[in-house]
C-alpha cells in the first residue's frame, strides 16, 4: 500500500494488456459494499480507442494535459438504485472498488491517478449512463513515464516527496484530537 501514489508522468507507449486489465476489474469486482449491493460500474477505453477519446474529452482541461499519454482511462459510477430500491453508501461501494483496482494496478507494476476534475454529463452522454447512475472519478491507468514529459508546471509537484498526517493526527481516543496511539 505505502507503494501506491498517482503520478502524472506516464509512459505514452506503454500498454495495459488484456490480463492486467482483468485482474484490475476483478480487483475492483471482489470490493466489500453494503449489503453485498456491488454498485461500483466502470466505463473505460484503452488509447487511441473511442471510448479513451470520449473520457479525455469529459476530463477537465488540466488533467486532459497530463492524461493522453496514460495507456487506459476509466470512469467509475456509482449505481444509486437497482431492482431492491435505493443502494445505500453506494458511493462507499464505489470507493472501495476503486482503492482495490489502485492496488492491483500497483501489484501489476502499473500506476493509477484518480480525478474529480471531469465532467459527469459528458460521461453520462457519451456512454449512456442511466439517471440511476453517478459518475463520480476519473481514472488514469499506465506506467511511469519520465517527468519531463509534463507540463512544467506539474514537474515540481511530480517530484515532492509523499506526505501523509501522522497518526496522532487521525485516530483519536477517549476525545476528538487526543491521539490513540
Known amino acids: 500500500m505505502a507503494a501506491r501514489w498517482s503520478p502524472r508522468a506516464l509512459d505514452p507507449e506503454a500498454v495495459v494488456g488484456t490480463e492486467s486489465l482483468h485482474a484490475l476489474l476483478e480487483a475492483a469486482r471482489w470490493a466489500p459494499s453494503y449489503g ?3 454498485p461500483a460500474r466502470f466505463v473505460l477505453g484503452r488509447r487511441a480507442d473511442p ?11 488540466g488533467n486532459q494535459r497530463w492524461a493522453h499519454r496514460a495507456a487506459l482511462l476509466l470512469v467509475g459510477i456509482a449505481v444509486r438504485r437497482n431492482e431492491k430500491g435505493e443502494v445505500p453508501y ?3 461501494g464505489l470507493g472501495l472498488a476503486v482503492e482495490n483496482l489502485v492496488l492491483q494496478a500497483v501489484h501489476e507494476g502499473l500506476v493509477a491517478h484518480q ?4 465532467d459527469p454529463e459528458a460521461v453520462r452522454a457519451a456512454f ?10 476519473a481514472i488514469a491507468v499506465g506506467r511511469l ?3 519531463d514529459l509534463l507540463p512544467e508546471d506539474k514537474r515540481d509537484r511530480e517530484r515532492a516527496p509523499r506526505k501523509r498526517l501522522e497518526l496522532g493526527e487521525l485516530a483519536f481516543g477517549r476525545t476528538w484530537g487526543e491521539p490513540a496511539l
Open 36 to 38: 453485498n449491493t456491488q
Open 51 to 61: 471510448a479513451f477519446q470520449a473520457i479525455l474529452d469529459a476530463l477537465a482541461p
Open 90 to 92: 453506494a458511493e462507499y
Open 115 to 118: 480525478m474529480a476534475g471531469f
Open 128 to 137: 449512456a449512463v442511466p439517471d440511476w447512475a453517478s459518475p463520480l472519478v
Open 145 to 147: 513515464g519520465p517527468v
